[in-house]
Structure formats: C-alpha cells, structure tokens
T-cell receptor
C-alpha cells in the first residue's frame, strides 16, 4: 500500500519561480527521501532527511520534515526548465525487519515553462 | 562506469508467456530491489534482496519470481500468473541496509508490454 500522499498532483510554473511539493505519510519513519524521475527514465535520489532532522539543504533544494504532522515538503528555488520531472517522496518505516524498504508516494508532476 | 543496467529497454510478449527482466549492478551494493510503476502512479515494491541467496516478497509479489545467485545480479521473472503484467519495471540497489536505510540507485527501467 502507498505510504505517502503527495500534493499537488501536478504543478505548472514559470522559470525562475519557486516550486513547493508536499508529502504526507501515515506511520513512524526512520527517514524520508525525495527522488526525481524524468519521463520514461529511472529515479534519481535527491535528498534524504532523517527523522531527527527538521530541515536540510542541497543546492537549490530545501526539504523540511515535521514528524508531529507526518509531513514533508520539497522546495526548489529559482526553477529551471530542466527541473521539469516527476518528484516522489519515499519513506523508510521505523521498526520491523524490512530494512531498506522504501514506500513511495504517487508523485508530483512539475512542469517549468521557459 | 559504475551503475545499474537493465535490459532490454522495451520488451513485448504474448499473454501466457513467462519473461525474465535483467538487472545488473557494479556498485558492490548488497541490497537490490524490483519495483513496478503504472502510468501516473508511484512505485510499488515487488521483491527485494538484502544478501545473496536470500530475498523477500514486497507488496505485490504475486505472479513474479526472483533469484539472487550473484551479488551483481537480480533477475525478475514475470510469470503467466501475473494478471496485469504490462508496466514499467525498475530495479534498484543500495548499500547494506540497516534500520536507517540509505538512498537507492535506480536502473533506467524496462517497459514490458504483454498482448
């Protein structure tokens, strides 16, 4: 079953604008990861945030995590046409023996217009 | 050039035939995974393996089988028992997973069409 719900399902912006995507999940997690997928390709890992972290940056990416609300957000600043892709959050559940198992959300399709 | 390779990129099969999708990695990763992606959907885990000669079912294992005879290879067989096999299949690997799992590295995917 899908752990995450992503919002919005689709986002269309102009180059230079910021893009914010949200992810909610249901169970306690060890970490949450964001991935990017260009059309018809494999996924590329963007950033990992652990359950004891609240914010993390990587280049133009900023990820926040609120474990009390079971939610995360991905902010892409100063977007470029090349950022056009689908973005997925994925969680690693706390506890259990399914080490390494990721549960993916349904993704947000981001379109950046030049 | 390190990475994960999947072959072929496109695969066409007739209904009732088994088909095997290849996944090879030279990243020296212990763990490997198979996912299925349907149009407009996220990824769903089919099988995963943390070590050679061991694997576990994921969320949608019915109609699929795997083997892990070598660390580098994790082939997936889509059997005739899989009711809706047409999908995009993605293989991934990661370093030895623990409770605090690491990122996964994905192959380019195989698009399987069964008619």
């Amino acid at each position: 079953s899908q752990q995450g719900e992503e919002d919005p399902q689709a986002l269309s912006i102009q180059e230079g604008e910021n893009a914010t995507m949200n992810c909610s999940y249901k169970t306690s997690i060890n970490n949450l990861q964001w991935y990017r997928q260009n059309s018809g390709r494999g996924l590329v890992h963007l950033i990992l945030i652990r359950s004891n972290e609240r914010e993390k940056h990587s280049g133009r990416l900023r990820v926040t995590l609120d474990t009390s609300k079971k939610s995360s957000s991905l902010l892409i600043t100063a977007s470029r046409a090349a950022d056009t892709a689908s973005y997925f959050c994925a969680t690693v559940n706390a506890g259990g023996t399914s080490y390494g198992k990721l549960t993916f959300g349904q993704g947000t399709i981001l379109t950046v217009h030049p | 050039d390190g990475g994960i390779t999947q072959s072929p990129k496109y695969l066409f099969r007739k209904e009732g035939q088994n088909v095997t999708l290849s996944c090879e990695q030279n990243l020296n990763h212990d763990a490997m995974y198979w996912y299925r992606q349907d149009p407009g959907q996220g990824l769903r885990l089919i099988y995963y393996s943390q070590i050679v000669n061991d694997f576990q079912k994921g969320d949608i294992a019915e109609g699929y089988s795997v083997s892990r005879e070598k660390k580098e290879s994790f082939p997936l067989t889509v059997t005739s028992a899989q009711k809706n096999p047409t999908a995009f299949y993605l293989c991934a690997s990661s370093i030895l997973p623990g409770p605090d799992a690491y990122e996964q590295y994905f192959g380019p995917g195989t698009r399987l069409t069964v008619t």
